[in-house]
């Protein structure tokens, strides 16, 4: 079958998968035909597309924080909010290969394996980056030097280094293999600590290498207004990776106060973002990385992560849908029945919608 041509502005939802908890991680397995997603409800639900069959891996005694499959064999690597790891073999089994208990001292944010599927690579709160060796479990290294919790990982497309990017703007460059940190990238812009302030806001949240390797997109927000809600400006910085030099900064069109989540580099070196705002729509936005101004943007609502289809025309979005109550109230004139918030796992399609065809 051919591959249509890449047009990011006519891209359309192509297929919703519903849930009815809300789900902040979802990704597509490296052969396509799966995609698993975690969230609030503690499972990790595994939908085969082809069949259009689910099934939930039960183990986590709290909410999944991350997951991230292994790039050549048949596991899932799922983490959650007391810092426990969990493989899974997600066609064979619905019990854990192996677990590790104390991953991290609190929640485990972030989630890597490296090009070769030798080691998973975690990070969160505690602030220290731990390398886990896929095959069992076993902890291989750590890796300190960030002072704050850290909320992403990357690995870079020659399979050489490892980024990570923590709550106070800082992005640090490492070797894989020897495991040693070469430097440090400033993207303090994306955090924000007013004197009114009772906590720091923002961090990166999210980093993207284009596929030739020479860009790093690092995502976050910038001047929170203030703690409570932390609304901001959504910004992305566009680093040139052999200077480590800020060439660009990305806006959106829209009115989203979130940070950006999730960033991905598609074929053509555009580059897709995702936001989040409270009880409205966000959007998901596309960039010609040399211009400041979105080429087009979509309204969804909130977004957590982004996984790109192997096909490399398929783009998959966590998507918040709100059970129509604010923060931990009741429904309007019934404020005993409390609804949860729900999530649809979004697929958009690429690329122009083939007459006749219809969305979701």
């Excluded at 897709?272 to 705002?277: A, L």
Aim: charged letters at 25%.
């Amino acid at each position: 079958m051919s591959v249509p041509p890449l047009d990011v502005t006519k891209a359309w939802p192509s297929l919703e998968l519903e849930h009815g908890r809300q789900l902040f991680r979802a990704q597509f397995s490296p052969d396509g035909h799966w995609v698993a997603a975690g969230g609030q409800d503690k499972l990790v639900h595994v939908w085969e597309l082809e069949k259009n069959e689910k099934k939930s891996l039960d183990g986590h005694k709290t909410w999944v924080s991350s997951l991230v499959f292994h790039p050549k064999e048949k596991k899932l690597f799922s983490a959650d909010y007391q810092g426990v790891i969990r493989c899974w073999n997600y066609e064979k089994s619905d019990k854990p290969v192996w677990t590790i208990d104390e991953a991290d001292g609190d929640n485990v944010r972030a989630l890597v394996v490296t090009a070769d599927g030798k080691y998973l690579i975690s990070a969160g709160d505690d602030a220290v980056i731990k390398v886990w060796q896929t095959r069992n479990g076993k902890l291989a290294t750590k890796l300190e030097g960030h002072q704050e919790c850290i909320f992403s990982l990357a690995v870079s497309p020659d399979g050489k280094h490892l980024v990570s990017g923590d709550l106070y703007g800082s992005v640090r460059q490492w070797s894989i293999g020897d495991w040693k940190q070469i430097r440090e990238l400033d993207a303090k812009l994306l955090h924000t600590r007013k004197e009114n302030f009772i906590a720091d806001v923002g961090g990166v949240r999210s980093l993207a290498f284009s596929g030739d390797g020479k860009l790093l997109a690092v995502g976050g927000m910038k001047e929170a207004k203030s703690n409570a809600f932390c609304p901001g400006k959504p910004t992305v910085l566009i680093f040139d990776w052999a200077t480590g030099k800020v060439k660009n900064e990305l806006k959106i069109k829209g009115k989203s106060d979130g940070p950006f989540n999730a960033l991905r580099f598609l074929e053509d070196n555009t580059l897709v973002g995702h936001t989040e705002i409270l009880h409205t729509a966000s959007e998901l936005t596309f960039w010609k990385i040399d211009q400041p101004e979105p080429m087009h943007s979509i309204k969804n609502g909130s977004g957590y992560d982004l996984s790109l289809h192997p096909d490399k025309r398929q783009l998959l979005v966590p998507t918040y849908v709100p059970g129509g109550s604010s923060g931990n109230g009741g429904r309007g004139k019934t404020p005993e029945n409390y609804l949860s918030n729900t999530s649809v796992l979004r697929i958009f399609s690429l690329f122009a919608k083939p007459e006749g065809k219809k969305e979701g």
